[in-house]
């Protein structure tokens, strides 16, 4: 009876020393990278009567990069799966790093350890952790700035890399300085936008390399500004006989630019004034002449023109002028012209007389004669019907006379009546005779 108490405690004893729970654990991927993460899975069997909660955590120093369910609840006899991923970062240095997994049942405190390796692999060894891309836009002449930093993901340390710069023709190579794993490095890169930049995009490019294979490119627009900079000179000199002066234009900018500048003067010279290049147009005001140029330049270009006044000319003038009206005397003086009014019952008849007292015959002869507005115009004309102008002070007549041989006499008639009782008579314009728009005889 003693010897069967015995056997009874020993097995109650047995039973409460068994494990309450079991796990084991795959290594389905050990391989890490930032595009593929390692994977792990642990299996848990409860072996107990009652429902338990188990818990899991790990030991690895990179907390970061482990991806888990931290607790499951497993009923009597059935089994969970604890799923772990490890994903290292953009950072990780390609090595191999232990990792302890731990699994404990809340309730007895009891727990199982499994120890594994996460195995980081990296494709490219050098990591672009920050650029510094010069500003987006920037003036003519500025000096603008740029920067790279990398970091040796290796397990070793590493020299065999370049970077390289790149702006505009400018090409700049940087042989890589030897740093340790995980360690960073930066790089500058300066360059001054030449001052006749034109306003247009230039593309900046950082471009890292590792023996044969290219880590990383990349780019990045910087915008030259348009610059407006455009300087007159304006200036004269000269003595009584003659004065000169010139005007100059120049455009210090970047870009086109339209521009428009003036000189005034007295509006007496204009007859003796001379310029090298003519201005796009000229205007009265306040008794000057403007003077103006229209110009489109292109960078650095310049629009200069040089006038002069010469004073001595009127003299010449004078002379040439005294000739000519001379010389139009002889040639028009011997055509006479008279005008001639007769009183109606309601108005007059008025004839205007031209004759050619010249012996040679005159191809066209133009006649002007002007209506006031205190009597009124019959436009019925016997002889030759005028052109018409109507004014504010009255109407405008016009004949063109032709083939006005020698000795010839030709008589133009037409009517007008009386608006207002005129106590002295009606005093009428002369009638006159005109070439090139100016008068050569009045009747």
Known sequence: MKRLGILLAAAMLFISSASAFSASIDSQNQQASPESPALFSIEVLNNGSETETYQLSHTLSKSGWVYYDTSKQVKPGESKVFNVSVNPGESAVQQSYNMDLFVQELNTGEQEKFSTVVNVDRQKLI?????????????????????????????????????????????????????????????????????????????????????????????????????????????????????????????NGNSNVSVSRNISLPGYVDPILFFSEEPSYSASESGERVYTWNKTLQPGEEFNTSYSIEYWIPFVLTMIIVLGIALIKEITGSISISKEKEKTEDGYNISIQIENRSSEAKETVQIEDFVPNIVSLNRNFEVAEPEMKKTTEGVELSW????????????ITYKVRNKVEVEDGLDLPSAEIVEDGKTVSKS
């Open 127 to 251: 990591n672009v952790k920050n650029i510094e891309y010069p500003p987006e836009t920037a003036d003519p002449g500025r000096k603008i700035s740029a920067s790279i930093t990398v970091q040796n993901l290796a397990s070793t340390v590493l020299d065999d890399y370049t970077v390289r710069f790149k702006l505009e023709n400018r090409t700049e190579l940087r042989n890589g300085v030897a740093f340790a794993p995980g360690a960073l490095k930066t790089y500058s890169f300066e360059h001054q936008i030449p001052q006749s930049s034109r306003p247009e995009d230039k593309i900046f490019s950082v471009t890292v390399t590792q023996g044969d294979e290219q880590v990383t490119e990349s780019s990045h627009t910087v915008s030259v500004n348009q610059v407006r900079d455009v300087t007159t000179v304006s200036n004269k000199s000269g003595n009584g006989i003659r004065t000169t002066g010139i005007l100059e234009i120049r455009n």
């Open 400 to 411: 063109n006379l032709e083939d006005l041989k020698p000795g010839e006499t030709r008589i």
